[in-house]
């Protein structure tokens, strides 16, 4: 047995119970057959947090995150904030104060087409089938925690400023270029620099980076609009996508028509302190406690933790392989398969079982 890797669980709400299960089960089969030893704590974030301890983000869960491994985290969110504009706290703070507390500064978002979705996906084949590309986000700074941000004194305007500094936007882009250099060798930086000054900062920054030590990477810039249909249009002609935090926050919910369903696209957070793994999306409150929502974005995300906190490769290889095994036997929630559906829990026991099932490669 390896040493114990200790993980925070912050499942959340909605359906973020639900998929953490799933993905948890994952990890056990992995720790199985690979011989690691995985210990999960549980703790309190969002909507769920504020009902136990009436805040989103309590100290106690900053410092089980502090002492954990790797965070493994659900989704937060619920209709009872998002249905009242004058709520006084709200889980998507949480969320946001876990980031900056932690220094999660770059959340890398792969998109990846699956052969087996093909047919299902609403974008013809001859574009996607060849996709595989990943988005880094800036996560910790721009629009959405510039100040001033609120409302006038006489409730008549409101107002919410976006700034960046050179050394926040040059952290995020090295390793931008860090992992174009194992992959496709380009970065593509998406921004709106025919308008705003933060945009015209970045491509300033990103530009001197790359002729002073990533002159062999090919670096292109796109305008947010024109990448938003690209994306769509031509997605194979991606490798590692640059942006900030909102643009990359719609364009991967974006980008995740590509492989069929938002349920699919696994995210990693990383920065100064534990490195954190969601999925993409949020607590899809119209599927809670259904057993109906798809795991897979979640499994993914631990995936994605094995590989980038733990370096175990081979078992997070082991865990993509066993999805995909999954999907070209058609077994998955109904965002997949219309037709034939299985349940979220189904979906979770059927990866589970492939990897039990796998002798070690
Ligand atoms: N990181 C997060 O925790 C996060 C991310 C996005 C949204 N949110 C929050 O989630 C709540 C709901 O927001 P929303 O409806 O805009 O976004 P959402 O991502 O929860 O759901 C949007 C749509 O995507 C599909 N979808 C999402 N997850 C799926 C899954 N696992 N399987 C199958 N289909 C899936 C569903 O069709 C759903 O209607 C809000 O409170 C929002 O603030 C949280
Ligand atoms: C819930 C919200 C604050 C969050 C974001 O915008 O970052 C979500 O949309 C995401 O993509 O993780
Ligand atoms: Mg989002």
Redesign the pocket.
Known sequence: MSEIKKIAVLA?D??GPE?CAEAVKVLKAVGQVWGHDFQFNEGYVGAAAIDAKGDPYPQETHNLCLNSDAILFG?????K??NDPNAKVR??QG?LRMRKALGLYANIRPVTAYEALLDSSPLKHERISDTDLVIFRELTGGIYFGKPSGRSENDQEAFDASLYSRQEIRRIAIKAFEAAKKRKNKVTLVDKANVLATSRLWRDEVKDLHKSEYKDVELDYLFVDNAAMQLILNPSSFDVLLTENMFGDILSDEASVIGG???LLPSASVGDSTALY??V???????KGKNI???I?TILSAAMMLETSFNMVDAANSIRQAVKDSLNEKIG?E?LFKSNPHTTSDVGDYIKGKILKKEKV
């Not at 989704?75 to 209709?79: F, K, L, Q, S, V």
């Not at 949020?282 to 599927?287: D, E, L, T």
């Open positions: 959340g909605g359906i998929v989704a937060i969110g619920d209709p904030y998002d889980p998507e969320l369903s938002l349920g969601e999925p999306h949020g607590s899809y409150p119209q599927a929502a798809n795991p974005a929630t965002d």
